[in-house]
């Protein structure tokens, strides 16, 4: 019996980590960032939009202030769902908004949230406000170092998905999964 335990104690003190995107993953909203060319002309794109753009700092200017609100949001059931799940079930488990938003968009969040009956106590959000994907992994990677040992990562961005996929290669002894969704094609 006590073999036995000591065989399963590596998978009773793991240390689950849930990381969910918010734009076009839990939620769709009416957000946009508005993008001025160097030539003057400017266009706004959605989420969706902009996870294809070519982001260029150096040459364009960006607003993302739009994303300080959490506007018209439609929740992407699925998702929601899981977060749900995450958020009910037994066991200690960190669970965690990761967005390329401001930390402004965090209250707009958890509002939000707590409106479609989520107890959001549990939840934590990261505004990174950086929608470099690279920004995403480092944060994910510091909490694998700082003991995460069971990662899930939804995410609606394919950048965003692969270059966490990668932290799988990097860190084989962690049980990773990155996952894109898909809601609007």
Do not use: C
């Not at 739009?66 to 200690?92: C, H, W």
């Not at 939804?154 to 999964?177: F, R």
Request: glycine share 4%; hydrophobic share 40%.
């Amino acid at each position: 019996m006590k073999l036995l335990l000591e065989n399963w104690r590596e998978y009773l003190d793991e240390s689950k980590l849930r990381v969910f995107d918010f734009d076009d993953t839990l939620a769709v909203s009416d957000s946009k960032v508005v993008v001025v060319y160097p030539d003057s002309t400017s266009e706004e794109l959605t989420p969706e939009e902009f996870a294809d753009h070519e982001y260029k700092p150096y040459e364009n200017e960006y607003d993302f202030s739009q994303f300080d609100e959490v506007i018209n949001p439609v929740q992407i059931k699925s998702v929601v769902k899981r977060l749900r799940g995450a958020v009910e079930a037994e066991g200690e488990r960190e669970i965690v908004i990761l967005t390329a938003r401001s930390q402004k968009a965090a209250p707009a969040i958890r509002i939000w949230l707590k409106s479609i009956g989520i107890d959001t106590s549990k939840i934590k959000i990261v505004g990174l406000e950086d929608p470099n994907p690279q920004k995403k992994a480092n944060w994910i990677e510091d909490r694998i170092k700082s003991g995460a040992d069971d990662v899930l990562f939804l995410d609606d961005s394919q950048q965003n998905v692969d270059i966490v996929a990668l932290l799988g290669d990097k860190y084989p002894e962690i049980l990773m999964v990155s996952d894109r969704i898909n809601v609007r094609k």
